[in-house]
């Protein structure tokens, strides 16, 4: 039983070291006159080039967002890419549907940061029926390994006055396995948080231990 809970346990480490992981970084910048108000309803809209892209954005924050209790929606649930919109049917649009903020999420810069992982060398010695020792070595050869880089920019609107409340800029940095969504995912989180200290949401309490 012992030598089967250790297989399991060396495999979730490996699973561990291999699964993707990020870490964002935000600096932002909330507008005076915004002081004391916070919203509840929030549209996000990805400007990413990329549809999937802007889907996995849109779709990630709301995540994050709804488990935290606040109301998110995605623009493409209710601002229809196929379509042309004025300003004011936008408008109308969010206001019908309760929106109270749009967090628009803009793409800015990637790139990849390279990382070499020096050779390992091992040396295995054992002895021969008269006692000689004999030593084997191995040795595996060094390589580099592609870290991502995102560079996003944060604008939280205010729907009823149509001005940004709150603006920030982003650096989300990922190990050799993180796709997008694992980017998205950490970029949406510290937004939360950020956008929380700054007082413009309120997360839902921590359960009691």
């Not at 909330?30 to 954005?57: H, M, W």
């Not at 803009?106 to 004999?134: I, L, W």
Request: with cysteine; hydrophobic share 35%; net charge neutral.
């Amino acid at each position: 039983m012992r030598k089967i809970m250790g297989i399991y346990v060396v495999a979730a480490m490996v699973l561990v070291c291999v699964s993707g992981c990020a870490v964002s970084q935000i600096e932002a910048f909330k507008d005076p006159q915004f002081a004391g108000k916070s919203y509840k309803n929030i549209v996000v809209t990805g400007q990413f080039s990329d549809l999937g892209e802007r889907k996995s954005a849109e779709y990630d924050f709301c995540a994050a967002f709804r488990e935290q209790g606040i109301n998110c929606v995605a623009s493409l649930d209710l601002i229809l890419p196929t379509r042309t919109y004025s300003a004011e049917e936008k408008a109308k649009i969010l206001k019908d549907n309760g929106i109270d903020a749009e967090l628009v999420v803009s793409f800015k810069d990637a790139y990849e940061k390279q990382q070499y992982v020096p050779g390992k060398s091992s040396t295995n010695c054992r002895k021969d029926a008269y006692g000689n020792m004999h030593c084997d070595t191995n040795n595996s050869a060094g390589y580099t390994v592609s870290k991502p880089r995102l560079k996003c920019e944060c604008t939280l609107i205010d729907v009823e006055k149509n001005s940004n409340a709150w603006v920030a800029s982003s650096l989300t940095a990922g190990n050799a396995y993180a796709d997008f969504n694992t980017m998205m995912s950490s970029l949406a989180k510290e937004t939360l948080t950020k956008l929380s200290s700054d007082g413009l949401v309120i997360m839902a309490p921590k359960p009691q231990k």
